[in-house]
């Protein structure tokens, strides 16, 4: 078992895998097939063969695989579904990582595998697309080969099943290969830069930041060595995707540059935020504006779910309570946000450089105290 983009060995073996990728990319030869033999052997070495993750794995795979195939079968021969079976089928998909966050809570239990938050969303965002009639054909290799995608395994980002499929039928030129070759390699490179270099000098000076005043500085040195460690196992997922032909989308877009809150989740862990964005948080505004305590009122059911779709987020992490306060702080947050963005004169100047700068002074300094919620630091009174 091997950390992916964690050591000299895992650069070692992603080398010899991706140079086959590499000459075939390079001769205008489809690269879905080899792909799927490096995903299979990256797999294995990621979970190692003796692990008892396997079991959880296989498990996690036959179930969602099983669950999905039937919802598939179930849906075409329905035109129209019962819209609280389809909030079941979505329920069931969720089920395993559910009950992989509630074990967590003891740690004397061993249940999971590596990468289940990532590879659930996946499954999940299959069921929904399934019940809202995007998806109709499944062939049970290319949703294995998806879901199992290796240089996102362990963290994402998140990808679209039905873009993540145009992307692996295609068959690159030569000259867009390259393309792809150099801005992985570039990737690459700056994942490295992060994750190895910077992240690193930020986890040396978080040892001393215990007690007052220290917290205060811990909180911007956590937030130095999340982001360059997040963003630097990001770019190399990404750059590693793009060798072997993914254009799998980008997770971190200056986020720290972000002029508000809401603006923030358009730049930090982008294809969280969107997948969230676009598989639960209106599936919650238009059930919640349907209820008879929301009806008419179509902004307060949009707050109530906007608070309720980031509470998920932080139990997407994790159902400690760290995390749940860090789901809830960044929901009323966004509520705030949506509030000022609509009754605040002062937002009328938000073209002006002064208020630009002010703005996103302020968004940092929230951004980052939700940081600290979220590392779990214990806050000496």
Do not use: C
């Not at 009122?297 to 749940?324: K, S, Y």
């Amino acid at each position: 078992m091997i950390e992916e983009y964690g050591s000299l060995y895992w650069f070692y073996i992603l080398t010899l895998v991706s140079l086959p990728a590499i000459l075939i990319g390079l001769l205008e030869k489809p690269l879905r097939p080899y792909t799927r033999v490096a995903t299979v052997v990256m797999v294995v070495l990621l979970i190692g063969w003796t692990s008892g993750q396997w079991l959880w794995l296989v498990g996690f795979l036959v179930f969602e695989l099983t669950l999905i195939k039937l919802w598939l079968r179930f849906r075409l021969g329905h035109e129209h579904v019962d819209p609280w079976i389809a909030r079941l089928a979505a329920a069931a998909a969720t089920a395993p990582l559910v009950v992989v966050k509630a074990a967590n809570l003891f740690p004397t239990l061993s249940i999971g595998f590596l990468g289940v938050s990532y590879l659930s969303f996946r499954a999940i965002q299959v069921v929904l697309e399934t019940t809202d009639g995007l998806i109709t054909a499944l062939p049970l290799g290319d949703l294995t080969f998806f879901i199992l995608f290796f240089p996102t395994l362990a963290s994402g980002p998140i990808d679209r099943f039905r873009r993540f499929e145009q992307d692996a039928d295609r068959v690159w030129t030569r000259d867009e290969y390259v393309y792809l070759l150099g801005r992985g390699l570039g990737m690459l490179l700056l994942g490295a830069v992060y994750k190895f270099v910077l992240a690193a000098w930020f986890t040396t000076q978080l040892d001393w930041a215990v007690g007052w005043p220290q917290t205060l500085a811990y909180m911007y040195l956590y937030t130095g060595r999340l982001f360059f460690d997040f963003a630097g196992y990001s770019a190399m997922a990404v750059g590693t995707s793009y060798i072997f032909g993914i254009r799998t989308p980008p997770n971190f877009r200056l986020p720290f540059a972000s002029e508000s809150i809401k603006d923030f989740w358009t730049r930090w862990h982008i294809t969280l935020s969107f997948w969230l964005r676009d598989y639960l948080y209106t599936r919650m505004a238009m059930f919640f504006m349907r209820m008879p305590l929301f009806k008419g009122r179509r902004v307060a059911a949009g707050r109530v779910a906007l608070a309720l779709n980031m509470l998920l987020m932080g139990a997407w992490h994790g159902f400690q309570l760290h995390f749940l306060l860090y789901g809830l702080y960044h929901g009323l947050l966004l509520v705030g946000n949506d509030v000022y963005e609509k009754k605040s004169r002062l937002y009328a100047y938000r073209h002006h450089l002064a208020y630009r700068v002010v703005a996103i002074a302020v968004t940092f300094q929230l951004v980052v105290f939700g940081f600290l919620l979220f590392s779990g630091h214990i806050l000496p009174i």
